[in-house]
Every structure is written in structure tokens, then in C-alpha cells.
């Protein structure tokens, strides 16, 4: 079916106004991120955005899987979010098992497939000729998207935008991630704030250091950092 | 190729570079005007933008006497450029004394002034309308067709350029805000870790002498998260 562009406009909108209809709310950017999903027929999707250094953050998530996995990126410093980040076009890797995908993403590839996802469509979030993030949607089977669904799906990153910026210019974001902006992801950033001062290094090398003790040690990031934090485990100067 | 077309294709050149770090939006409607009368062969022009509202203000003339007339047009509401800018439609008046009827007081003060034509060009793209060029000489009908098209055509690379600059500045603003929103978040977190470590307490109490800092000190808690992370700052128990 081939949509007139102000149609599918219309259409996305209001399947995101009848989602926030249903809980009695504004649209927000989570509604945004779920319709995206729909479209493309994923089984669950999470947010990622730029903020400026360089590793982009996880910003919300539709399910307990799809948070692990953008976490996981973020751990691992690889994956189909941070592809979008520094490349600014969609990703699309239709066949997860396949050897372009364990070439792309060694460690996280295997680690979706073990979480039962088959393929992944990673949406740019663009706002002019700069790439705010992503929309990775996780999907159950193999294959390409229609043509129709990926233009519905950019409609949505669109959306992201115009809802993340209030009407009167204040960014509504702000409140998406006061919600969303879970002790997981706090605990991170504490934790890499632990490390610096522990170390006595900056930020950005304290959450490398951080990253890789939990690889190194196959944990989870937010678990290490919960130790961190507690401080079960701590970082020394090698004497 | 004739000095005409060499500055020529300098102008077109000139007003197309408008993506740049430090446009001077006055400056570049000071060249466009100027290049104008140099290109015309016009006597003066004129330059006028509308405002987010839709009001419009004179931003460039290349002569002071050009300047006060389109003061004019816009404090009594009456001409050709208005009526230019309102109807996106060029307004071609080759001879003053035959617009008397149109514009009454408009036509009094250009003759007065030693204007005898007036031209309004639009300055559009596609649906949206920026603002007017306003050309005026000394004699009838001193622009002929190809003059009035290459007038156009000067007008029409300028709106690209300050469209496209706008929508860039606007992009750019937006980009900030968001960015902006999630990295100090991440800031603050980060500050209460280093924060905690240095003063063996818990996350928790960190925030709160981070705060409680903030609040005495008057200052914002971003500013003081930010300062500890450069640890720029030191924050007593």
C-alpha cells in the first residue's frame, strides 16, 4: 500500500495519541519508540542518544531484554545504536546468526542471539545533518523490513524530536529522563565518579576502566557498579 | 568573460556562503543591497525582513535617502514593498507618477525624494516569504525584463542562503537543548561518585552536601557537579 506522505504522518500520530489515550496521558517519546516497534514489527525496542562524549546512554526501553541489550552496547562499546551514532544511517542487520553480524558486533551479536532476537533495525533520530541517536528495534525473525514500514518508522524518529521539545522550547526530554533514567544507569555514572577519584583520572577513562573490569570479568556493568558503589569492590594504584 | 559576468558569478557566490560560523545576517543584506546598484545599474535598493510575527523591519539601505523612504513605506503602512511582501508577487512600477492613485503618500515622498521607479521584489521560497527587495531609480522604467529577472535571481539566491542559515542555527539549538537535558544528568550522578569517594560517605549524603554547597553558595547544582568533576572545586565535609 503506498502512502501519500502527509497520510502516513497522520496515521503514526494517531496510533501514538490512541497509546497515550489509553494510560489518559500527553504523547511522549516512550509512545514514539513503542510505534516504531509496531512498525517494524519488533518485539521489543529501546532509546539511545547522543549526549556530546563519546559513548551515547540508554535512554528508555520497552522491556527487560531490549534495556539489557542497549546496556550492553553501552558496556561493550559496540553494537547497532553506537553504529547509527557515528555513521547517521539506519542499520538494518536482517539475520543476526550471519556471519556480517558476528564480524560487525563479536561479543554483542552472540548475546542478542542468545536473547532470542533474529534481526535488528537501528533508526537514526536525526535532527538536520546531525545524528541524535537511535531506535533499536529487536526482532524475533529474520529478514528486511517493507519500504512502507521503514517510512513509518522514520516518521517516528521523527517524532522523537518534536515530543523530547516542549511547544513553548523547553525540553520535555528532561522529563523523559527523570522518569526514565533508571538507578541502573545513575549507578553507572556514580560508580565511573567513584573510580575517577579513586583512580584519580578523568570520567571518561574511569567508565572505560569500568567497562572493561566488567567484561573482563563477565559481569553485568550496572551490577559491577553497584559493587563500586557499595564499595565491595574498589580501584587502586598499582604499586 | 566581461567584468559584469565575473562579478556577477562573485555575487551569487557571495550569497550563497551563508553557512558559516560568523554570518552577519546585516552585513550580508549590506553586500546584497550594495551589489545591487553595482549590478542594476539601479540608483539605490533596499532591503526588508519580517520578523517570527510577521512584521516587517528595514534592514539594509545603500543610501541613507532610500533608508528614510522605506521608513516611510512601513510607519504609514502604504507601498509597493508591503504590498509586494504581503501578496509574494514582484510590484514593478517603471513610472511613480502613474501608482499617485495606489499609493498616495508613498508616490509624494519618492518623487519628492527624486525617484521616478520602484521596484519590489519578493524574497521567497516555495510557501515562505521572507521579506522584500526594494530597487528604486532615478528615471522611468530603469529596469527592463532581463534586469528585473536578474533582480530576481539575486533576491532568490539571497532567501536560499538566509533560510537555509536559519533552518542550521535552528537545528543547532535543538541539538543543544536535548544534549544538554541528558548529559547533566549524567553529570550530577557522576559528580555524587566522585564526590562520595572523596569525602567517605555515601552517594546519598554526597547529593546532599553537593546541595546544600549549591544552596549557600548561591549557585547552581549543575555548576558545582560540573566544578567537582574538575575538581575545581573542594567541598568540605
Not at chain 2, 548529559?183 to 550530577?188: D, H, L, P, Y
Request: aromatic share 6%; net charge negative.
Amino acid at each position: 500500500m503506498m502512502f501519500h506522505r502527509h497520510d502516513r504522518a497522520a496515521l503514526v500520530w494517531s496510533k501514538m495519541r490512541f497509546l497515550a489515550s489509553e494510560t489518559d496521558s500527553a504523547v511522549t517519546v516512550e509512545h514514539a519508540c513503542v510505534v516504531c516497534g509496531e512498525a517494524l514489527e519488533a518485539a521489543g525496542v529501546g532509546l539511545t542518544l547522543a549526549i556530546g562524549t563519546s559513548l551515547p546512554e540508554p535512554v528508555l526501553a520497552t522491556d527487560a531484554r531490549s534495556r539489557g541489550l542497549e546496556e550492553l552496547q553501552f558496556t561493550l562499546g559496540e553494537g547497532p545504536a553506537l553504529d547509527v551514532s557515528r555513521g547517521g544511517m539506519l542499520v538494518a542487520i536482517t539475520d543476526v546468526t550471519s556471519s556480517e553480524a558476528t564480524l560487525r558486533w563479536p561479543v554483542f551479536a552472540p548475546e542478542a542471539i542468545d536473547g532470542g532476537v533474529k534481526s535488528i533495525i537501528a533508526v537514526p533520530i536525526q535532527v538536520g545533518a546531525i545524528t541524535l541517536g537511535a531506535v533499536d528495534c529487536y526482532r524475533e525473525f529474520a529478514g528486511f523490513p517493507s519500504r512502507e514500514s521503514l517510512a513509518k518508522a522514520f516518521v517516528c524518529a521523527e517524532a522523537v524530536i518534536t515530543l523530547a521539545l516542549a511547544e513553548n522550547g523547553g525540553p520535555v526530554l528532561g522529563e523523559v529522563i527523570d522518569r526514565e533514567f533508571t538507578e541502573h544507569r545513575a549507578r553507572v555514572h556514580q560508580a565511573a565518579g567513584v573510580v575517577s577519584a579513586q583512580l584519580e583520572i578523568g570520567l571518561p577513562d574511569a567508565l572505560a576502566r569500568l567497562r572493561a573490569y566488567a567484561y573482563a570479568n563477565d559481569r553485568k556493568l550496572d551490577e559491577v557498579a553497584e559493587d563500586v558503589v557499595r564499595r565491595r569492590v574498589t580501584f587502586r594504584h598499582e604499586p | 568573460m566581461t567584468d559584469l559576468a565575473a562579478d556577477l558569478r562573485e555575487t551569487f557566490v557571495q550569497l550563497a556562503d551563508t553557512l558559516v560560523d560568523d554570518f552577519d545576517l546585516v552585513e550580508f543584506l549590506d553586500v546584497l543591497a550594495y551589489r545591487c546598484v553595482e549590478l542594476l545599474g539601479v540608483h539605490s535598493a533596499g532591503l526588508v525582513l519580517a520578523d517570527p510575527r510577521g512584521s516587517l523591519t528595514l534592514v539594509a539601505a545603500s543610501d541613507e535617502q532610500t533608508r528614510l523612504l522605506e521608513l516611510f513605506q512601513l510607519r504609514n503602512s502604504e507601498g509597493p514593498c508591503l504590498d509586494c511582501y504581503q501578496d509574494a508577487e514582484p510590484r514593478a512600477c517603471p513610472d511613480l507618477v502613474r501608482v499617485r492613485g495606489k499609493w498616495p503618500k508613498f508616490a509624494q515622498e519618492a518623487e519628492n525624494a527624486g525617484f521616478r521607479s520602484v521596484y519590489a521584489l519578493p524574497m521567497r521560497l516555495r510557501e515562505e516569504v521572507i521579506g522584500a527587495l526594494n530597487l528604486f531609480g532615478t528615471r522611468p522604467a530603469l529596469l527592463d525584463d532581463e534586469g528585473l529577472r536578474l533582480a530576481q535571481a539575486l533576491a532568490d539566491v539571497a532567501t536560499i542562503g538566509i533560510v537555509h542559515h536559519r533552518l542550521l542555527r535552528r537545528q543547532e539549538n535543538i541539538t543543544a537543548q536535548l544534549q544538554t537535558a541528558l548529559n547533566s544528568r549524567v553529570i550530577i550522578e557522576q559528580a555524587k561518585g566522585v564526590l562520595a569517594e572523596r569525602l567517605r560517605v555515601s552517594v546519598g549524603d554526597a547529593f546532599g552536601v553537593l546541595r546544600a554547597y549549591a544552596r549557600s553558595n548561591n549557585r547552581k547544582i549543575l555548576a558545582v557537579a560540573k566544578e567537582i568533576i574538575d575538581r575545581t572545586v573542594d567541598i568540605p565535609r
